[in-house]
């Protein structure tokens, strides 16, 4: 059983920045080496943002992301981060931390079929 908990959403103005975590727990290290970020707009599918993958190191952004958004892994306190900057309103959505993929070009997918672990969520509204 993988647990992951996010934190960090609220409300800012289109321009702005926000820094969400997700801690988890669990056999996450002995079992997957994918955590990505996810999020859900109104009336929209869940689409993949971001994912790290801990076996190489290697990270991928979504092309909405791409010069805003950053994600990282922090092994000590064994939290993964998303720092989004200049952001839009079009990022308003529930950003969802997930676990899944043991294989590097599964967690590249950002196919959200691929993480069987997911967050309760955390909401961001960009304001214009």
């Known amino acids: 059983q993988v647990l992951l908990a996010e934190s960090g959403g609220g409300s800012v103005e289109a321009g702005g920045s926000l820094t969400l975590s997700c801690a988890h727990s669990g056999d996450y290290y002995s079992t997957n080496k994918c955590m990505g970020w996810f999020r859900q707009a109104p009336g929209k599918e869940r689409e993949g943002v971001a994912a790290?993958?801990?076996?190489?190191?290697?990270?991928w952004l979504a092309d909405s992301a791409k010069g805003r958004f950053t994600i990282s892994q922090d092994y000590d306190s064994n939290t993964v981060g998303l720092q989004m900057k200049s952001l839009k309103p079009e990022d308003t959505a529930i950003y969802y931390c997930?676990?899944?993929?043991?294989?590097?070009?599964?967690?590249?997918?950002?196919?959200?079929?691929?993480?069987?672990?997911w967050g309760q969520g955390t909401l961001v509204a960009v304001s214009s």
């Open positions: 997930a676990a899944g993929p043991s294989t590097h070009a599964a967690c590249r997918s950002l196919d959200r079929t691929n993480f069987p672990y």
């Open positions: 790290f993958y801990s076996g190489t190191g290697s990270s």
